[in-house]
């Protein structure tokens, strides 16, 4: 049986899967997107990726084109069609089809929805144990990185800019010198004090999901969590470093722009959340 990818109310194969070439997403990265964790056949935190994916649609006026309860039937029937139990599911979300113009096209243009499937190899165990090298670069995104936009160039570009460097992730770094979030990753630091900080919730970084339970699982275990803005510099004196999404988990970043973070491996902080949130996904429960 082949992939089955599901694109504006049907059941596709998914090398036929396809958008218009007008569609607003295509042409002007006119859309928001979520990408759900799915382990032993439990979705991770579905509530909150739709409370975010509702809001993001919300920002940019994009109608939603279901209710929360459609999205969840879609969800599972994707992942019994492509018999995933396993892996993550995408959905995208676009303003709709139209003749190509800024504004926003006239009444009656309906969104379009596109929602994929695939098995994912849970994270490298390798990465857990040795941690991932970081380098730190400008931020140039716009100013609302609090929506899940799929206007990626940015992250793009840092991305591709990490991986020549040799590096999983680039670190954005804000005009006042402070740390904003990962190209794909949350950021979060642990201080020479025994500080465990990530950047405050606001304009400059999407609300992660995996930084919203780690929150709340290290509130439950006592565990003091600092929100604040942290400076390159700060990172780079840390004790320890390491990121968190929805498919990396909580991964030790044991270098930083070449230079090694802390002891140079992986910290006790990372790996006691990381321990943390492996418990709350094999028991996943609203928070
Ligand atoms: N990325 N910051 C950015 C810019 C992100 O793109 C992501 C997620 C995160 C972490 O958010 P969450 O914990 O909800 O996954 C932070 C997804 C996984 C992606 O683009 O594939």
Redesign the pocket.
């Given at each position: 049986m082949s992939r089955v990818a599901y694109v504006n109310g049907r059941y596709v194969p998914h090398r036929d899967a396809a958008v218009h070439v007008e569609d607003r997403g295509y042409q002007f990265a006119d859309g928001v997107y979520e990408?759900v964790c799915v382990q032993h056949g439990e979705v991770i935190d579905e509530d909150p990726h739709l409370d975010r994916l509702e809001r993001s649609l919300k920002e940019l006026r994009i109608a939603s084109p279901m209710g929360r309860r459609a999205y969840k039937h879609i969800t599972r029937e994707l992942l019994r069609r492509n018999r995933v139990t396993d892996g993550i599911v995408y959905t995208q979300i676009t303003r709709g089809v139209a003749r190509r113009d800024h504004p926003f096209p006239a009444a009656g243009t309906p969104p379009s929805i596109v929602m994929t499937s695939r098995r994912i190899k849970p994270q490298d165990p390798k990465l857990f144990d040795h941690g991932i090298a970081v380098v730190s670069m400008p931020d140039i995104r716009w100013q609302r990185?609090d929506i899940?936009s799929v206007s990626l160039l940015p992250?793009v570009l840092g991305k591709q800019q990490a991986r020549e460097a040799g590096a999983y992730e680039a670190w954005f770094v804000d005009r006042d010198g402070n740390v904003t979030?990962?190209?794909?990753?949350?950021a979060w630091i642990v201080t020479q004090d025994g500080e465990l900080v990530t950047r405050q919730l606001g304009n400059a970084?999407?609300g992660?999901?995996?930084?919203r339970s780690l929150l709340q699982l290290a509130a439950d275990a006592q565990i003091k969590v600092v929100e604040r803005a942290f400076s390159l510099d700060e990172a780079r004196r840390a004790r320890e470093a390491f990121l968190?999404?929805?498919?990396s988990f909580v991964t030790p970043i044991t270098k930083l722009d070449g230079k090694p973070v802390g002891s140079g491996k992986p910290g006790p902080v990372a790996d006691r959340l990381r321990e943390l949130y492996y418990g709350y996904m094999d028991t996943p429960e609203p928070v």
């Amino acid at each position: 049986m082949s992939r089955v990818a599901y694109v504006n109310g049907r059941y596709v194969p998914h090398r036929d899967a396809a958008v218009h070439v007008e569609d607003r997403g295509y042409q002007f990265a006119d859309g928001v997107y979520e990408v759900v964790c799915v382990q032993h056949g439990e979705v991770i935190d579905e509530d909150p990726h739709l409370d975010r994916l509702e809001r993001s649609l919300k920002e940019l006026r994009i109608a939603s084109p279901m209710g929360r309860r459609a999205y969840k039937h879609i969800t599972r029937e994707l992942l019994r069609r492509n018999r995933v139990t396993d892996g993550i599911v995408y959905t995208q979300i676009t303003r709709g089809v139209a003749r190509r113009d800024h504004p926003f096209p006239a009444a009656g243009t309906p969104p379009s929805i596109v929602m994929t499937s695939r098995r994912i190899k849970p994270q490298d165990p390798k990465l857990f144990d040795h941690g991932i090298a970081v380098v730190s670069m400008p931020d140039i995104r716009w100013q609302r990185c609090d929506i899940k936009s799929v206007s990626l160039l940015p992250n793009v570009l840092g991305k591709q800019q990490a991986r020549e460097a040799g590096a999983y992730e680039a670190w954005f770094v804000d005009r006042d010198g402070n740390v904003t979030e990962g190209a794909s990753t949350n950021a979060w630091i642990v201080t020479q004090d025994g500080e465990l900080v990530t950047r405050q919730l606001g304009n400059a970084i999407l609300g992660g999901i995996t930084r919203r339970s780690l929150l709340q699982l290290a509130a439950d275990a006592q565990i003091k969590v600092v929100e604040r803005a942290f400076s390159l510099d700060e990172a780079r004196r840390a004790r320890e470093a390491f990121l968190t999404s929805t498919t990396s988990f909580v991964t030790p970043i044991t270098k930083l722009d070449g230079k090694p973070v802390g002891s140079g491996k992986p910290g006790p902080v990372a790996d006691r959340l990381r321990e943390l949130y492996y418990g709350y996904m094999d028991t996943p429960e609203p928070v």
